[in-house]
């Protein structure tokens, strides 16, 4: 199937100039171009859950963040994604959508966990993906990653790109790494968001210095819109003063180390 937000990219910085003459489109307009689904969730005033209960949605992930994995969805075009953390769904929805859009997509092509998602969200986000005729791509795992992400290992599942972005507490992201590595095929994709949390920095930092040898950093700054001057300051600033919120590595190639490996600060 032909890809066509990789075709609209290509000509999106010079569209966003005034050079063309033409209106200036932003990030947002790029992210939901072709996706009325996303559009009308990022949008919803209220969304209404399994029960009927109406909830006023919050902590969506960035649109900055969104439109930065649709970018790397377009790079790598993966048959099996992986979420951790879905509360409303906006990067959900994303990748069910994404995956959509290929016409071998696999049933459960994509899968999230959350085990708040019916007490604290009242199920809102299955609710979407399931009026949006998306169930069938999405699986939902109603239990915390750290027991969720054993099992999968153990039925042998692998991803190709895995977006952490549940609990924020240090020892559950170091776990969500841990097993997320097992998970990750070669050339895979792991990005992390909120990585100006400490809790998160601290297992960036822990991949940074001792996981170096199975992962390069990627910048998300590479892949933002925007002018690409600008991208680079901010890019400076963000790494400066630890402020980077999506951090993103791709897995050279599996493994794992040795069990007296040598143990770098961080
Ligand atoms: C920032 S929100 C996720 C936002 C979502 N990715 C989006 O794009 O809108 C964090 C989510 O992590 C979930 N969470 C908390 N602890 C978790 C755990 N141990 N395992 C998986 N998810 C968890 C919360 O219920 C919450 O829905």
Known sequence: ??????????????????RTGMSPIGAREMLIAEMPELEKLLKAENLSGLTGRIIKPRMFSTINNLYVLRRLFAEIKPER??????AFGASAVLFSLLHKAHSSHPEGAHQGIDPFQISDFDG??????????????????YKPSGEVLPTLLTNG??????????????????????????????????????????HVLKVVRFI??????????????????GHPLKLKVKSAVARLTSSQHLTIFRKTHDGVRKWNARFNNF
Do not use: W
């Open 208 to 225: 940074r210095n001792n996981y170096s040898e199975f992962y390069e950093e990627l910048s998300p700054y590479d892949y933002q819109f």
């Open 81 to 86: 994604t992986l979420e951790i953390g879905i």
């Open 1 to 18: 199937m032909e890809n066509t937000f990789a075709k609209t990219h290509a000509v999106s910085h010079s569209k966003a100039g005034a």
């Open 157 to 198: 599942n692998r991803f190709q790109l895995i977006y952490v972005d549940g609990s924020h507490l240090f020892e559950d992201v170091f776990v969500d790494f841990f097993y997320s590595h097992r998970l990750l095929e070669p050339g895979g994709i792991i990005a992390f968001d909120d990585t100006q949390d400490p």
């Open 124 to 141: 809102c986000a299955v609710k979407f993906l399931k009026d949006h005729g998306l169930e069938s791509i999405f699986r939902f795992h």
